[in-house]
Protein backbone atom coordinates (compact mmCIF):
# COMPACT_ATOMS: atom_id res chain seq x y z
CA UNK A 1 0.00 0.00 0.00
CA UNK A 2 0.98 3.30 -0.86
CA UNK A 3 2.21 5.96 1.86
CA UNK A 4 -0.06 9.11 2.36
CA UNK A 5 2.90 10.83 1.50
CA UNK A 6 3.19 8.99 -1.87
CA UNK A 7 -0.48 9.66 -2.86
CA UNK A 8 0.09 12.88 -2.21
CA UNK A 9 3.25 13.21 -4.44
CA UNK A 10 1.85 10.75 -7.30
CA UNK A 11 -0.79 13.74 -8.35
CA UNK A 12 1.83 15.89 -9.61
CA UNK A 13 3.83 14.89 -12.92
CA UNK A 14 7.31 16.66 -13.41
CA UNK A 15 7.50 18.82 -16.32
CA UNK A 16 10.78 20.52 -16.23
CA UNK A 17 13.93 21.11 -13.42
CA UNK A 18 13.67 24.89 -12.46
CA UNK A 19 17.10 24.56 -10.69
CA UNK A 20 18.19 23.93 -7.46
CA UNK A 21 20.89 22.36 -5.79
CA UNK A 22 21.49 18.55 -6.44
CA UNK A 23 20.06 17.25 -2.63
CA UNK A 24 17.31 20.00 -2.93
CA UNK A 25 16.13 20.31 -6.58
CA UNK A 26 13.04 22.51 -7.60
CA UNK A 27 10.66 21.34 -10.73
CA UNK A 28 7.81 22.40 -12.66
CA UNK A 29 5.00 20.15 -11.98
CA UNK A 30 1.97 19.63 -13.42
CA UNK A 31 -1.83 17.92 -11.64
CA UNK A 32 -2.46 15.32 -13.40
CA UNK A 33 -6.04 16.01 -13.23
CA UNK A 34 -6.79 19.81 -13.12
CA UNK A 35 -3.78 20.48 -15.69
CA UNK A 36 -3.12 23.55 -13.40
CA UNK A 37 0.94 23.91 -12.66
CA UNK A 38 2.91 24.37 -9.64
CA UNK A 39 6.07 24.48 -8.29
CA UNK A 40 7.37 21.32 -6.16
CA UNK A 41 10.69 22.32 -4.12
CA UNK A 42 12.30 19.99 -1.53
CA UNK A 43 13.34 21.71 1.82
CA UNK A 44 14.81 20.44 4.92
CA UNK A 45 12.54 18.83 7.89
CA UNK A 46 13.74 22.38 10.42
CA UNK A 47 11.43 24.06 8.08
CA UNK A 48 8.46 22.55 8.75
CA UNK A 49 7.51 25.21 11.85
CA UNK A 50 7.67 27.95 8.89
CA UNK A 51 5.64 26.09 6.62
CA UNK A 52 2.93 25.58 8.61
CA UNK A 53 3.02 29.30 9.97
CA UNK A 54 3.06 30.22 5.98
CA UNK A 55 0.07 27.98 4.99
CA UNK A 56 -2.12 29.65 8.27
CA UNK A 57 -1.65 32.89 6.75
CA UNK A 58 -4.28 34.63 4.70
CA UNK A 59 -4.34 34.83 1.00
CA UNK A 60 -1.44 37.67 -0.08
CA UNK A 61 -0.26 38.89 -3.40
CA UNK A 62 3.08 39.19 -2.40
CA UNK A 63 3.63 35.75 -0.96
CA UNK A 64 3.39 32.23 -3.16
CA UNK A 65 0.33 29.81 -1.75
CA UNK A 66 1.43 26.93 -0.06
CA UNK A 67 -1.06 24.05 -1.05
CA UNK A 68 0.27 20.82 0.71
CA UNK A 69 3.42 19.36 1.04
CA UNK A 70 5.00 15.49 1.98
CA UNK A 71 7.88 13.85 3.13
CA UNK A 72 9.95 12.51 0.29
CA UNK A 73 13.20 11.03 1.46
CA UNK A 74 15.69 12.91 3.91
CA UNK A 75 13.55 16.16 2.71
CA UNK A 76 9.87 17.54 2.55
CA UNK A 77 8.75 18.12 -1.04
CA UNK A 78 6.25 21.23 -0.95
CA UNK A 79 4.09 22.23 -3.72
CA UNK A 80 3.29 26.15 -3.76
CA UNK A 81 2.43 28.56 -6.79
CA UNK A 82 4.03 28.80 -9.46
CA UNK A 83 5.21 32.01 -10.63
CA UNK A 84 5.01 33.23 -14.21
CA UNK A 85 7.43 36.09 -14.63
CA UNK A 86 11.70 36.96 -13.93
CA UNK A 87 13.55 37.70 -10.75
CA UNK A 88 15.09 40.72 -9.58
CA UNK A 89 18.81 39.42 -10.25
CA UNK A 90 17.79 38.66 -13.73
CA UNK A 91 16.58 41.85 -14.56
CA UNK A 92 19.35 43.55 -12.94
CA UNK A 93 21.64 41.87 -14.72
CA UNK A 94 19.81 42.31 -17.93
CA UNK A 95 18.39 46.17 -17.72
CA UNK A 96 21.39 47.88 -14.94
CA UNK A 97 20.24 49.70 -11.63
CA UNK A 98 16.54 50.57 -11.23
CA UNK A 99 15.60 53.89 -11.39
CA UNK A 100 14.71 55.61 -7.58
CA UNK A 101 10.93 55.51 -8.28
CA UNK A 102 11.42 52.14 -9.00
CA UNK A 103 13.53 50.55 -6.65
CA UNK A 104 11.70 51.85 -3.67
CA UNK A 105 8.38 51.33 -5.30
CA UNK A 106 9.71 47.61 -4.85
CA UNK A 107 10.67 47.81 -1.91
CA UNK A 108 7.60 49.17 -0.69
CA UNK A 109 5.84 46.05 -1.60
CA UNK A 110 8.41 44.29 -0.32
CA UNK A 111 7.90 45.99 3.12
CA UNK A 112 4.19 44.87 2.87
CA UNK A 113 4.41 41.34 2.33
CA UNK A 114 6.97 41.56 5.39
CA UNK A 115 4.65 43.49 7.60
CA UNK A 116 2.13 40.44 6.82
CA UNK A 117 4.76 37.81 7.67
CA UNK A 118 5.99 39.60 10.93
CA UNK A 119 2.69 40.39 12.09
CA UNK A 120 1.99 36.81 12.17
CA UNK A 121 0.51 35.62 15.35
CA UNK A 122 3.88 34.01 15.58
CA UNK A 123 5.82 36.32 13.83
CA UNK A 124 7.57 34.50 10.57
CA UNK A 125 11.17 36.03 9.30
CA UNK A 126 12.37 35.37 5.56
CA UNK A 127 16.17 35.48 6.48
CA UNK A 128 16.61 35.18 3.20
CA UNK A 129 16.19 38.37 1.36
CA UNK A 130 17.88 38.91 -1.96
CA UNK A 131 17.58 40.07 -5.86
CA UNK A 132 17.00 36.05 -6.89
CA UNK A 133 14.41 35.41 -4.00
CA UNK A 134 12.51 38.77 -5.31
CA UNK A 135 10.11 37.97 -8.27
CA UNK A 136 7.97 40.14 -10.50
CA UNK A 137 4.95 38.69 -12.35
CA UNK A 138 3.78 38.58 -15.73
CA UNK A 139 1.18 40.99 -14.28
CA UNK A 140 3.58 43.22 -12.45
CA UNK A 141 2.97 41.96 -8.97
CA UNK A 142 6.71 41.86 -6.27
CA UNK A 143 6.49 38.65 -4.74
CA UNK A 144 9.13 37.54 -1.69
CA UNK A 145 10.00 33.56 -2.41
CA UNK A 146 12.12 30.90 -1.05
CA UNK A 147 11.07 30.23 2.41
CA UNK A 148 13.82 27.57 3.01
CA UNK A 149 15.68 29.53 5.15
CA UNK A 150 12.59 30.93 7.37
CA UNK A 151 11.93 30.63 10.78
CA UNK A 152 9.72 31.35 13.56
CA UNK A 153 10.39 33.81 16.62
CA UNK A 154 10.45 32.96 19.65
CA UNK A 155 11.04 35.77 22.52
CA UNK A 156 12.77 33.27 24.53
CA UNK A 157 15.16 31.90 22.50
CA UNK A 158 18.68 34.25 22.86
CA UNK A 159 20.07 33.00 18.90
CA UNK A 160 19.16 31.02 16.08
CA UNK A 161 19.79 27.41 15.89
CA UNK A 162 20.51 26.94 12.34
CA UNK A 163 22.47 29.31 10.49
CA UNK A 164 21.26 30.05 7.26
CA UNK A 165 21.71 33.69 4.71
CA UNK A 166 23.34 35.30 1.92
CA UNK A 167 26.61 36.57 2.56
CA UNK A 168 26.29 40.53 1.99
CA UNK A 169 22.37 40.44 2.27
CA UNK A 170 22.66 38.41 5.89
CA UNK A 171 22.95 40.64 9.06
CA UNK A 172 25.71 40.06 11.74
CA UNK A 173 23.02 38.00 14.33
CA UNK A 174 21.82 35.63 11.52
CA UNK A 175 25.76 34.15 11.76
CA UNK A 176 25.32 33.36 15.44
CA UNK A 177 25.43 36.72 17.40
CA UNK A 178 21.95 36.92 18.72
CA UNK A 179 18.38 35.45 17.31
CA UNK A 180 17.37 37.25 14.19
CA UNK A 181 14.12 39.18 14.41
CA UNK A 182 11.90 41.66 12.00
CA UNK A 183 14.87 43.93 11.90
CA UNK A 184 17.49 40.99 10.46
CA UNK A 185 15.39 41.52 7.46
CA UNK A 186 15.50 45.21 7.26
CA UNK A 187 18.76 44.98 7.31
CA UNK A 188 18.80 42.22 4.16
CA UNK A 189 15.80 44.55 2.61
CA UNK A 190 18.52 47.52 2.87
CA UNK A 191 21.15 45.91 1.52
CA UNK A 192 19.04 44.75 -1.23
CA UNK A 193 17.72 48.72 -2.24
CA UNK A 194 20.91 49.58 -2.65
CA UNK A 195 22.07 46.89 -4.69
CA UNK A 196 18.67 48.16 -6.93
CA UNK A 197 20.00 51.81 -7.03
CA UNK A 198 23.71 50.96 -7.57
CA UNK A 199 24.31 47.43 -8.89
CA UNK A 200 26.92 47.30 -5.65
CA UNK A 201 27.03 46.30 -2.29
CA UNK A 202 26.16 49.24 0.33
CA UNK A 203 30.03 48.95 1.16
CA UNK A 204 31.20 49.42 -1.98
CA UNK A 205 29.16 52.15 -3.44
CA UNK A 206 26.51 53.79 -1.44
CA UNK A 207 23.40 54.57 -2.73
CA UNK A 208 22.60 58.60 -3.51
CA UNK A 209 21.16 60.53 -1.72
CA UNK A 210 18.03 60.52 -0.22
CA UNK A 211 18.09 57.01 0.15
CA UNK A 212 21.24 57.10 1.62
CA UNK A 213 20.17 57.14 5.16
CA UNK A 214 17.77 54.86 4.69
CA UNK A 215 20.32 52.34 3.48
CA UNK A 216 22.80 53.50 6.41
CA UNK A 217 20.18 52.93 9.02
CA UNK A 218 18.96 49.53 7.60
CA UNK A 219 22.09 47.93 7.69
CA UNK A 220 23.47 48.95 11.20
CA UNK A 221 25.53 46.49 12.74
CA UNK A 222 22.78 47.31 15.98
CA UNK A 223 19.78 45.90 15.58
CA UNK A 224 18.62 48.64 17.90
CA UNK A 225 19.52 51.45 15.00
CA UNK A 226 17.61 50.39 12.35
CA UNK A 227 14.19 50.74 11.51
CA UNK A 228 12.29 49.14 14.10
CA UNK A 229 9.57 47.47 11.12
CA UNK A 230 8.68 47.56 7.97
CA UNK A 231 6.00 49.65 8.42
CA UNK A 232 8.68 52.88 9.46
CA UNK A 233 10.52 51.36 6.79
CA UNK A 234 8.17 52.14 3.62
CA UNK A 235 7.55 55.21 5.20
CA UNK A 236 10.56 56.38 5.29
CA UNK A 237 10.69 55.42 1.60
CA UNK A 238 7.57 57.69 0.83
CA UNK A 239 8.43 60.45 2.23
CA UNK A 240 12.26 60.23 0.19
CA UNK A 241 10.48 59.53 -2.93
CA UNK A 242 8.38 62.97 -2.34
CA UNK A 243 11.58 64.92 -1.71
CA UNK A 244 12.89 63.32 -5.37
CA UNK A 245 9.67 64.19 -6.92
CA UNK A 246 10.34 67.73 -5.21
CA UNK A 247 13.37 68.38 -6.55
CA UNK A 248 12.87 67.24 -10.29
CA UNK A 249 9.74 68.83 -10.33
CA UNK A 250 10.00 72.10 -12.37
CA UNK A 251 6.90 73.28 -11.20
CA UNK A 252 8.18 73.43 -7.36
CA UNK A 253 10.23 76.47 -6.42
CA UNK A 254 13.47 75.96 -4.17
CA UNK A 255 14.14 78.13 -1.67
CA UNK A 256 17.09 79.93 -3.20
CA UNK A 257 14.68 80.99 -5.71
CA UNK A 258 13.39 84.64 -5.41
CA UNK A 259 10.06 83.38 -6.47
CA UNK A 260 10.01 81.32 -3.13
CA UNK A 261 9.53 84.71 -1.57
CA UNK A 262 5.98 85.21 -3.23
CA UNK A 263 2.91 84.35 -1.60
CA UNK A 264 0.95 81.06 -1.65
CA UNK A 265 -0.41 81.01 -4.95
CA UNK A 266 1.98 83.37 -6.98
CA UNK A 267 5.11 81.29 -6.86
CA UNK A 268 4.27 78.41 -9.29
CA UNK A 269 3.38 81.19 -12.27
CA UNK A 270 0.65 79.01 -13.33
CA UNK A 271 -2.51 81.49 -14.33
CA UNK A 272 -5.12 79.92 -13.00
CA UNK A 273 -3.37 79.79 -9.41
CA UNK A 274 -2.65 82.84 -8.91
CA UNK A 275 -6.22 84.23 -10.13
CA UNK A 276 -7.41 81.59 -7.22
CA UNK A 277 -4.76 83.44 -4.85
CA UNK A 278 -6.37 86.69 -5.97
CA UNK A 279 -9.54 85.94 -5.43
CA UNK A 280 -8.80 84.17 -1.04
CA UNK A 281 -6.96 87.44 -0.77
CA UNK A 282 -9.27 89.68 -1.89
CA UNK A 283 -11.96 88.15 -0.13
CA UNK A 284 -9.91 87.90 3.29
CA UNK A 285 -9.43 92.05 2.62
CA UNK A 286 -12.61 92.31 1.86
CA UNK A 287 -14.38 90.49 5.57
CA UNK A 288 -11.52 91.96 7.35
CA UNK A 289 -12.98 95.63 6.00
CA UNK A 290 -16.35 94.75 6.68
CA UNK A 291 -16.73 92.90 9.60
CA UNK A 292 -17.79 95.56 12.75
CA UNK A 293 -15.02 93.95 15.22
CA UNK A 294 -13.01 95.55 17.67
CA UNK A 295 -9.44 96.03 18.15
CA UNK A 296 -8.76 92.76 19.70
CA UNK A 297 -10.79 90.88 17.16
CA UNK A 298 -9.26 92.83 13.90
CA UNK A 299 -5.66 91.44 15.16
CA UNK A 300 -6.73 88.16 15.90
CA UNK A 301 -8.40 88.11 12.20
CA UNK A 302 -5.33 89.13 10.71
CA UNK A 303 -2.38 87.38 12.38
CA UNK A 304 -5.15 84.03 11.54
CA UNK A 305 -5.50 85.11 8.09
CA UNK A 306 -1.74 84.91 8.34
CA UNK A 307 -0.78 81.80 10.04
CA UNK A 308 -3.22 79.47 7.88
CA UNK A 309 -1.44 80.94 4.53
CA UNK A 310 2.06 80.14 6.06
CA UNK A 311 0.84 76.82 7.12
CA UNK A 312 -1.10 75.43 4.71
CA UNK A 313 0.75 76.69 2.19
CA UNK A 314 3.79 75.62 3.60
CA UNK A 315 4.84 79.01 3.12
CA UNK A 316 8.67 78.85 2.47
CA UNK A 317 8.83 75.18 3.50
CA UNK A 318 8.03 76.44 7.32
CA UNK A 319 5.38 73.52 7.96
CA UNK A 320 7.89 70.78 6.62
CA UNK A 321 10.27 72.03 8.66
CA UNK A 322 8.08 71.81 11.82
CA UNK A 323 8.50 68.66 13.94
CA UNK A 324 6.37 65.51 13.48
CA UNK A 325 5.30 67.07 9.91
CA UNK A 326 8.09 64.74 7.75
CA UNK A 327 8.43 62.24 10.48
CA UNK A 328 8.42 58.48 8.70
CA UNK A 329 5.40 57.76 11.14
CA UNK A 330 1.91 58.30 9.85
CA UNK A 331 0.89 58.52 13.47
CA UNK A 332 3.14 60.95 13.97
CA UNK A 333 2.16 63.15 11.15
CA UNK A 334 -1.09 63.25 11.59
CA UNK A 335 -0.85 64.68 15.59
CA UNK A 336 1.41 67.19 14.01
CA UNK A 337 -1.40 68.31 11.55
CA UNK A 338 -3.89 68.72 14.61
CA UNK A 339 -1.22 69.53 16.84
CA UNK A 340 0.78 73.10 15.17
CA UNK A 341 -2.79 74.54 13.69
CA UNK A 342 -3.83 74.59 17.75
CA UNK A 343 -0.10 76.22 19.09
CA UNK A 344 -0.98 78.62 16.17
CA UNK A 345 -4.46 79.27 17.67
CA UNK A 346 -2.94 79.48 20.86
CA UNK A 347 0.00 82.12 19.98
CA UNK A 348 -2.31 84.28 17.94
CA UNK A 349 -4.99 84.61 20.43
CA UNK A 350 -2.06 85.57 22.81
CA UNK A 351 -0.34 88.26 20.29
CA UNK A 352 -3.68 89.55 19.54
CA UNK A 353 -4.32 89.99 23.33
CA UNK A 354 -0.92 91.70 23.54
CA UNK A 355 -0.95 93.85 20.55
CA UNK A 356 -4.59 95.13 21.06
CA UNK A 357 -3.64 96.19 24.62
CA UNK A 358 -0.63 98.75 23.80
CA UNK A 359 -1.97 102.01 23.22
CA UNK A 360 -2.20 103.29 19.71
Partial sequence: MESTDSLILNQYRKLTTLGGKKDKP??????????????EKHVHPCALPALNALSALPKSPGIPRIYTWAQSGDTIAVIEDYINGRDLETILANNGPLSPQAAAGITQKLCAVLTTLHNAPTPIIHRDIKPSNVMISSDHVVKLIDFDSARLFDPSVTGDTTKLGTEGFAPPEQF????????SDIYALGVLLNVMLTGEMPGTRL?????????????????????????????????????LNFKNDPCRIHSTDWRSWLPPGFRSGHPAFMLLAIAIYGLLIALCSAMRLNRGAHIFFVLASLGVTVFFGNYRNIRDNLPLMQDPSPVRRIIGWFLWPVIFLCVTLCLSGLLSSLPL
Avoid at 219 to 243: E, F, K
Fill in 207 to 243: AAAPFDRIVTKCIQMDPGARYTSADQLSGALTLAVRT
Fill in 176 to 183: GFMQTDAR
Fill in 26 to 39: VYLVQHVVSRECFV
